[in-house]
T-cell receptor
Framework: AQTVTQSQPEMSVQEAETVTLSCTYD???????LFWYKQPPSRQMILVIR??????QNATENRFSVNFQKAAKSFSLKISDSQLGDAAMYFC??????????????FGTGTRLTIIP | DAGVTQSPTHLIKTRGQQVTLRCSPK?????VSWYQQALGQGPQFIFQ???????QRGNFPDRFSGHQFPNYSSELNVNALLLGDSALYLC????????????FGNGTRLTVT
């Protein structure tokens, strides 16, 4: 079974600074997606960034970028120029695409990010 | 363009009762998944519905059941509620083919007393 581990329960960063959230995962599959989701107090899971396992290039979305190390099964999220609105729970998630129909998301336990003004 | 909508927002039930949660997918989406998120934890997959059939199921007992209607909306039913069923229940929708992004609703907070 696939597992996702987030070893940082809480992180904090000064506004405008850069912070990196860590995630490791375990799988024997080769075809999968990795995601970072943000969950603010409104409770809605918001997709931050997605990485396809077959792509070597790291995904980037504006101030958000990932460091995807497939061999090490590591998938970290870097947030540049942190803003107050970035404060939220961040979840790393895995989605296996090897078998049709097996598309559930497996989530980590989350990292609570606090932005210090 | 309405996103994923869930109802009710909150509800309180007593142990042993039954509950039904509802979800309307994002416009144009045909696949609905349900997740349970206990306090301080990441969401856990319950099951997924596509073409009105349960396509995949997580490690949840048969007390958890669901349904998808022809308009793609979905219900999650939980029978014989336990205190441990208290959680945030999230609905997510997506569009085939596989690999399309999931869009989540704001969830239903269920408290079992």
């Amino acid at each position: 079974a696939q597992t996702v581990t987030q070893s940082q329960p809480e992180m904090s960063v000064q506004e405008a600074e850069t912070v990196t959230l860590s995630c490791t995962y375990d799988t024997s599959e080769s075809d999968y997606y990795l995601f970072w989701y943000k969950q603010p107090p409104s409770r809605q899971m918001i997709l931050v960034i997605r990485q396809e396992a077959y792509k070597q290039q790291n995904a980037t979305e504006n101030r958000f970028s990932v460091n995807f190390q497939k061999a090490a099964k590591s998938f970290s999220l870097k947030i540049s120029d942190s803003q107050l609105g970035d404060a939220a729970m961040y979840f790393c998630a895995y989605r296996d695409l090897s078998n049709f129909g097996n598309e559930k998301l497996t989530f980590g336990t989350g990292t609570r990010l606090t932005i210090i003004p | 363009d309405a996103g994923v909508t869930q109802s009710p927002t909150h509800l309180i039930k007593t142990r042993g009762q039954q509950v039904t949660l509802r979800c309307s997918p994002k416009s144009g989406h045909d696949t609905v998944s349900w997740y349970q998120q206990a306090l301080g934890q990441g969401p856990q997959f319950i099951f997924q519905y596509y073409e009105e059939e349960e396509r995949q199921r997580g490690n949840f007992p048969d007390r958890f059941s669901g349904h998808q209607f022809p308009n793609y909306s979905s219900e999650l039913n939980v029978n014989a509620l336990l205190l441990g069923d208290s959680a945030l229940y999230l609905c997510a929708s997506s569009l085939e083919p596989r690999g399309s992004p999931l869009h989540f609703g704001n969830g239903t907070r269920l408290t079992v007393t």
